[in-house]
């Protein structure tokens, strides 16, 4: 099944947010496809607070490769970015199967870097600048 979600403007995150949540469902390992600029932090920030991670809490993982973060549950969530990742082994020297082998949220920055070592479940998801500079968020489960 095709997906897609309208995100109009930074206004609209919380809402396209709570939709993308909604719509994938008891998926846990989540990879953004987009190229540098078009909104993969900002739309994972947005996803971060609709699970109740505390506002200061969240931020690139460029360097760290990975954050944790806690959500109101109390349920840890990760968020990679694998940007600066020039080898698989680099993922894997940070413990990236635990990770995903946690059952806990795994959103994922750059997977293209990684990519021969992204679990086949991973929900694939893309984000596209449209020409009015709206984003479209999409992907087929």
């Avoid at 990975?66 to 894997?92: C, K, Q, W």
């Avoid at 806990?104 to 991973?122: D, S, V």
Wanted: negative net charge; hydrophobic residues 40%; proline residues 4%.
């Amino acid at each position: 099944m095709h997906h897609e979600i309208i995100i109009a403007s930074t206004a609209d995150l919380d809402r396209a947010a709570g939709e993308f949540l909604e719509a994938i469902g008891d998926h846990t390992l989540v990879a953004f496809y987009a190229p540098m600029g078009a909104g993969k932090t900002t739309f994972t920030t947005a996803i971060c607070h609709r699970l109740g991670v505390e506002d200061d809490a969240v931020s690139s993982p460029t360097f760290a490769i990975v954050n944790e973060y806690r959500t109101a549950s109390g349920a840890p969530m990760y968020h990679f970015d694998f940007y600066r990742i020039n080898r698989i082994a680099e993922a894997l020297d940070i413990g990236f199967n635990d990770y995903v082998d946690s059952g806990y949220l795994c959103i994922m920055e750059w997977p293209e870097n990684i990519e021969e070592i992204i679990p086949e479940e991973t929900l694939k998801v893309h984000i596209r600048v449209n020409p009015d500079q709206s984003r479209t968020v999409y992907w087929d489960d």
